[in-house]
């Protein structure tokens, strides 16, 4: 039987199939290895969201343009004719019925207009699919400082429902820590905006203690970050601890390793000292704070 014919008798021989066969076919379909693009759409707390293949951008910012406005035109320019992942909700009411929650469930899912829109979307979707969700990324396009994000009420919001909803993960790109005064300073500013939310909203001893051995890091943390130092610890203020299901990342781009070999060589920094400081970074920009 040619499969573009329709059967004569009407019948769909696809939804014979076991239920479980069925799903199988709608995961290979419907998910992508780079995760769906969620928007609402039109983003008036509608709650009407739609999903799209996250497109591959191959262009890059200029020194001129802020990260976050290039990410948001190419985004716009890359979606304009772009169709939502899963055209099968339109074949038939059976299909949309069938898929509806696979793409949420089976997805990591990007949502590229800041954390509002997540929280939106949690709260449309049903909340016994909460416990289904994976790895989410959100982009914050807001300048925010390091004491406005651990004070802002979205985030605020997101870090809560983590603490309800264990099983998925925050991966929060946040590309306004890239953001520099000028080429000799950019990565002295970068470091000091990692090592307050290091301090202040992560409480990681651990990084904060890599970063703290050495002399001139030791000055970045004192000047910097506000904390009290006591050696050899390092006294944190503050109870409220950010949650861990939340991962920072300075940019979608990879460690800019040569800028900061170039601007870290400005300073008075020993080689040991600067080795350390780029395997740090490094591990920052891969596996976020």
């Known amino acids: 039987m040619d499969p573009s014919q329709r059967c004569p008798d009407g ?23 780079k995760g769906v693009l969620c928007r609402e759409e039109p983003s008036n707390n509608s709650g009407i969201f739609r999903f799209y293949a996250v497109p591959v951008i191959e262009k890059r910012p200029s020194r001129k343009e802020r990260e976050q406005d290039w990410y948001a035109a190419q985004l716009e320019k890359n979606l304009e ?10 074949v038939c009411r059976q299909l949309k019925e069938e898929t509806k929650n696979i793409v949420v469930c089976r ?34 396009h807001r300048p925010l400082l390091v004491r406005e994000f651990i004070a802002d ?27 520099k005064k000028s080429i000799h300073t950019c990565s002295c500013w970068i470091i000091r905006k ?23 890091w030791r000055n970045i943390l004192l000047r910097t ?15 409220w601890k950010w949650s861990g299901s939340i991962k920072m990342f300075p ?5 800019p390793e040569h800028r900061f070999r170039l601007c870290l060589a400005l300073h008075p920094i020993q080689e040991q000292e600067l080795e350390k400081c780029i395997v740090t970074m490094k591990k920052v920009f891969e596996d976020g704070i």
């Open 225 to 239: 970050a506000a904390i009290a130092h006591v050696d050899p610890k390092i006294v944190i203020q503050g109870e």
């Open 11 to 33: 019948t769909c021989h696809f939804f014979q199939l076991p239920a479980e066969l069925r799903n199988i076919v709608y995961e290979y379909t419907l998910t992508n290895s």
């Open 81 to 90: 004719m772009a169709m939502e992942i899963n055209q099968l909700k339109h």
């Open 107 to 140: 997805n990591d899912i990007v949502f590229a207009c800041g954390p509002l829109d997540l929280l939106n979307f949690l709260e449309d979707v049903p909340k016994t699919l909460h416990s289904y969700l994976r790895e989410i990324t959100v982009w914050e």
């Open 194 to 216: 990692i090592v307050a939310l290091a301090v202040h909203a992560r409480k990681d001893r651990t990084l904060i203690s890599k970063m703290s051995d050495v002399g001139w």
């Open 153 to 179: 009420k979205c985030w605020r919001m997101i870090a809560h429902l983590c603490e309800e909803h264990d099983a998925f993960t925050i991966r929060m790109i946040w590309p306004s820590l890239m953001e």
């Open 251 to 255: 940019s979608h781009e990879p460690f």
